[in-house]
């Protein structure tokens, strides 16, 4: 074991610098972003540009290396969010900002892989006068917290590329805070879609001091039971996108694939953005998902298009989309284990806002993405189980080799006697102590009659750990650069092998072997609130 790892590591050592997602590469910084006046009261536009695919000359684009946050300040020293979670380019949006100082500016950059910048500035206001907006509104119940502000100033997306964009609010007390916003694609045919876990990073925003996990008290009998878009995020104001998923977004516009953008929000309203599609990754969080969208997303893998669920405990939480005060889909509904006290239920008996695997109108998530959720917290090595599959290509990876503290903090595995796939193949099978039970984490593969694979990798680490050993993200858990390589190495051969049409047409099938592994039935130890 100690001479393959060490084999491993050479072999990973090999690969190309250019593995490492941080790197700082030397080049001209894009400056010639232009901002224009105010085209009426509280309105900016974006400087004209192309809204074209992506692909048209945007990825050889210089980046700017200042997109990073300098100093947060306090919360109260400047913060905002939109009235849209996603926007068409050239559609506008409300921007919503409260701040101790006397103005601000705001910046747009579109993340990416630009040379290794990772970011470009594509807009940039001019100076906006700041005023300290109201204090939130609780409202009794449901527990939900709203800001409720007045629209500082609209914004025209005109010559915004498709994308995930950080705008960056600067105070002239020299802090700053992000305001995520997805540029959408009205169209994925063709292409990779990259599903933003929007509904997941509200549910934990504990912005006002009230969540979907606890309130004010830090009490979960507390906590919120719907929560509101209309609100900023907490901390940075993108903690979920830096941690989960901006990783994957540059990693995939390396690599020069089709790209698309969305949000499972915009997956719930609007389908069609999965109509054709190569490929649908949900990145490293994606618990909360309402029916429908995991209606349509089956529906796409049942149509050809191949699904990547590259963290652990993704769909797994039921919600419901509600209207807010600034449009649809603005409140996600999740009462959890208080399901029944939602009046909604008295005429949509079968509609809980619970766990997916619970009842009433249980609908497990291993059907869809083959494993199960099991537990929270947890911190193992993951170890290699089908060295030989072909999403460990050029690894040089065998059988049992291990990566320290890839598994974590929460983890998947596949479980017999739960509604699962087959033939389904566990390629990786790590095992570890929960609650001082012995279980394992899985990473498995499957493929469906439409040609369509589908990948889970078992672990809410994996995404982080295509920045491990880069000092990039600070929560790297331990991970070092030997599993940061092996998991975009990894990484890279799923999303270009997905991006090619259905996996099952072009790939080796997967050979059945979680029987084997799990002889028996044993019940699943998670258990949360």
């Known amino acids: 074991m100690e001479r393959a790892g060490r084999q491993d590591a050479e072999a990973l050592g090999r690969l190309e610098r250019r593995h490492f997602l941080a790197v700082a590469v030397a080049g001209a910084m894009a400056a010639g972003c232009r901002s224009s006046g105010p085209k009426g009261p509280g309105t900016e536009t974006a400087s004209?540009?192309?809204?074209?695919?992506?692909?048209?000359?945007?990825?050889?684009?210089?980046?700017?290396?200042?997109?990073?946050?300098?100093?947060?300040?306090?919360?109260?020293?400047?913060?905002?969010?939109?009235?849209?979670?996603?926007?068409?380019?050239?559609?506008?949006?409300?921007?919503?900002?409260s701040t101790t100082a006397s103005g601000f500016r705001v910046s747009a950059f579109r993340v990416g892989w630009y040379g290794g910048q990772q970011a470009r500035l594509v807009w940039r206001s001019p100076r906006i006068a700041g005023s300290v907006q109201a204090r939130r509104r609780l409202l009794e119940g449901t527990r939900i917290v709203r800001a409720d502000w007045n629209r500082t100033l609209g914004v025209r997306t005109d010559g915004w590329p498709e994308g995930a964009y950080l705008l960056r609010l600067e105070a002239d007390n020299r802090h700053q805070r992000y305001v995520p916003l997805i540029v959408r694609s009205a169209s994925g045919a063709g292409r990779t879609v990259l599903m933003h876990a929007v509904s997941t990073w509200q549910a934990y925003n504990a912005w006002g001091g009230y969540s979907l996990y606890h309130g004010e008290d830090g009490a979960y009998g507390t906590r919120?039971?719907?929560?509101?878009?209309?609100?900023?995020?907490?901390?940075?104001?993108?903690?979920?996108?830096?941690?989960?998923?901006?990783?994957?977004?540059?990693?995939?516009e390396r690599l020069?694939?089709?790209?698309?953008?969305?949000?499972?929000?915009d997956v719930h309203r609007e389908p069609g953005v999965l109509h054709g599609a190569h490929a649908a990754l949900s990145l490293g969080h994606d618990e909360y998902w309402s029916q429908q969208q995991r209606d349509h997303v089956t529906r796409a893998r049942d149509s050809g298009t191949n699904v990547a669920f590259l963290g652990a405990n993704a769909c797994f939480r039921r919600i419901r989309l509600e209207r807010g005060p600034t449009g649809d889909a603005r409140t996600v509904v999740c009462y959890k284990t208080d399901y029944l006290a939602d009046p909604y239920l008295t005429d949509h008996p079968t509609m809980p806002t619970n766990d997916f695997r619970r009842q009433p109108g249980a609908d497990p998530e291993s059907s869809l993405t083959g494993v199960l959720y099991e537990g929270y917290p947890v911190d193992a090595p993951y170890v290699v189980h089908a060295d030989d599959h072909w999403l460990f290509e050029g690894t040089g990876v065998r059988r049992g080799d291990s990566f320290d503290h890839l598994v974590g903090v929460e983890y998947d595995r596949v479980t017999p006697g739960m509604p699962t796939p087959a033939p389904l193949e566990v390629i990786a099978h790590s095992p570890l102590l929960y609650k001082g039970a012995p279980s394992h984490a899985d990473s498995a593969y499957y493929t469906v009659p439409s040609g369509a694979g589908v990948f889970a990798s078992g672990t809410m680490r994996w995404v982080e750990a295509l920045m491990a050993g880069t000092q990039d993200n600070g929560r790297n858990h331990g991970m070092d650069a030997r599993t940061g390589l092996f998991v975009t190495r990894t990484t890279e051969n799923l999303i270009r092998a997905f991006a090619e049409g259905p996996c099952g047409r072009n790939r080796p099938k997967p050979r059945e072997n979680a029987s084997a592994l799990y002889p028996s039935h044993p019940e699943p130890l998670g258990r949360r609130r």
């Open 48 to 97: 004209p540009g192309s809204t074209r695919f992506i692909g048209d000359g945007e990825r050889t684009r210089a980046g700017n290396p200042d997109w990073r946050i300098r100093s947060e300040g306090t919360p109260e020293a400047v913060q905002g969010y939109t009235d849209r979670c996603s926007v068409l380019p050239g559609e506008e949006f409300g921007l919503y900002v």
């Open 256 to 265: 020069e694939i089709p790209l698309a953008y969305t949000t499972g929000v």
């Open 224 to 252: 919120s039971l719907a929560v509101s878009f209309d609100r900023p995020y907490d901390r940075s104001g993108a903690e979920k996108f830096m941690a989960y998923e901006r990783a994957v977004v540059v990693l995939a």
